[in-house]
């Protein structure tokens, strides 16, 4: 299988190439060749599969023409110790909780995938070290750092804005060491994601260190997201739930909502998506005005959405074809809505006091927007994307509780903080890495 640029101004790459390099040379991301479908009696017996055999199978639609049945499989298994349940909240609303891996967030998949399947290319290729850049608003730095925690051959550095990510995910990529290096940004995600973007176009550091990026920029890392939808597919349906479908997605970087669509492209049977936003709702513009008019983005208490620029944006362009029909058809499947903080606040309190479900911020406006929108005779499933004591103290002053803390989330706090400040200026940031 190749990988193109969705600039489409570079030669074709590999699956090696592109998991490597992570960005192509001209900006663009990658993008496969073509997209494998799953048969129709394959998704219809889902229901009577593990989690595992599930990935398996879609994880060989995506790399199978390119790793060994046996290794893939292997990767899979060694990135899957956990469940996905669904859980329902009301009769036409469940929440697909994904933050039971060991970081308590969805981007746990992804990131111990990436990592397993990026050693396995720097053992094929004998590399000395890659170094990975990621950028995070929150989630992704904690479920990449560990993941990638002690793997030979790769250094991690991951940069976070400095005060505007909850201090517990902080502490889960701060105080790791060993090949974990945290730089905080006097900056906002988006400065963040633009520091990652420009170190992978410069020449002088690409020929000083081995880069790569471990962002929803990577194939390797936002492909496999797209395991949780047939997942939660799967167990819908064994209660007889599947039908008239409806997937909401909170989505900040818009890798998970892309990895929605790819499988709905592969043939999972999804009626229509949603996209939750809050403030920072530039893809709503766009699918309002078919304009895309990027912008800093604001705080707010759903930091990990807290986006003004989604990179993913343009593998969503590309996948539903750059052309004057382009946003009518994107439109046909997706809808968004946004939320303040007002009214995720008030979201949560209602539906923990009413239905005894705990929310966190970036959930509670995937379930809002189903309340919002369902039609007859359709179900909603929203991702509750990490648990909601990652927010505690924000959860905590909107129930007036002292909600409690999973042990995996104690034992991060009790490291010591390890991190170097730097400015948002690209030099200071590439001088840094000169000496690394």
């Not at 929310?359 to 929108?373: F, I, K, M, R, V």
């Amino acid at each position: 299988m190749k990988y193109y640029s969705t600039n489409k101004q570079t030669a074709p790459a590999s699956l090696e190439e592109a998991v490597v390099k992570g960005l192509a040379g001209d900006k663009g991301l990658y993008m496969p060749e073509r997209i494998v479908p799953i048969a129709p009696e394959v998704i219809a017996d889902l229901k009577n599969r593990s989690f595992h055999e599930i990935a398996c199978i879609v994880a060989r639609a995506f790399f199978g023409e390119d790793i060994e049945p046996d290794t893939l499989d292997q990767i899979v298994k060694d990135t899957l110790s956990f469940e996905t349940p669904v859980v329902s909240v009301t009769e036409k609303i469940y929440s697909l909780e994904l933050f039971h891996g060991p970081t308590l967030a969805f981007k746990d998949v992804g990131g111990r995938f990436m990592a397993r399947l990026l050693g396995y290319f720097i053992r094929k290729q004998g590399l000395k070290q890659v170094n990975v850049l990621v950028a995070t608003s929150g989630d992704t730095g904690s479920a990449v750092a560990n993941g990638f925690l002690g793997v030979e051959g790769i250094h991690v550095y991951v940069l976070y804005p400095k005060g505007k990510v909850s201090p517990i995910q902080e502490c889960q990529f701060t105080t790791l060491g060993q090949n974990i290096t945290a730089l905080e940004i006097d900056g906002t995600f988006d400065d963040c994601q633009r520091l990652v973007k420009a170190a992978f176009m410069d020449e002088e550091l690409n020929r000083h260190m081995m880069l790569t990026s471990a962002n929803s920029i990577n194939v390797a890392r936002f492909l496999p997201q797209s395991f949780y939808y047939f997942n939660a597919y799967a167990q819908l349906d064994r209660i007889g739930k599947a039908q008239d479908l409806v997937v909401c997605v909170p989505s900040g970087n818009f890798g998970n909502i892309t990895a929605g669509l790819f499988a709905h492209r592969m043939g999972l049977p999804i009626k229509r998506f949603i996209a939750a936003n809050n403030r920072n709702d530039v893809f709503l513009e766009y699918l309002s005005t078919g304009v895309y008019t990027p912008r800093p983005s604001v705080a707010t208490i759903a930091n990990a959405m807290d986006v003004g620029d989604p990179s993913n944006f343009a593998r969503i362009l590309d996948l539903y074809g750059a052309d004057q029909e382009t946003h009518q058809r994107i439109t046909a499947l997706i809808s968004g809505y946004r939320f303040t903080d007002e009214e995720i606040a008030a979201t949560i309190k209602r539906v923990y006091e009413k239905e005894n479900y705990l929310l966190d911020p970036h959930g509670a406006c995937g379930y809002q927007a189903l309340e919002n929108s369902l039609q007859e005779g359709e179900v909603g499933v929203f991702l509750e994307t990490a648990h909601p004591a990652k927010f505690k103290d924000t959860v905590d002053q909107i129930l007036g509780a002292d909600i409690e803390i999973p042990g995996k989330l104690q034992a991060f706090m009790k490291g010591e903080k390890q991190s170097l400040s730097l400015d948002k200026d690209f030099q200071s940031f590439k001088l840094y890495l000169l000496t690394k």
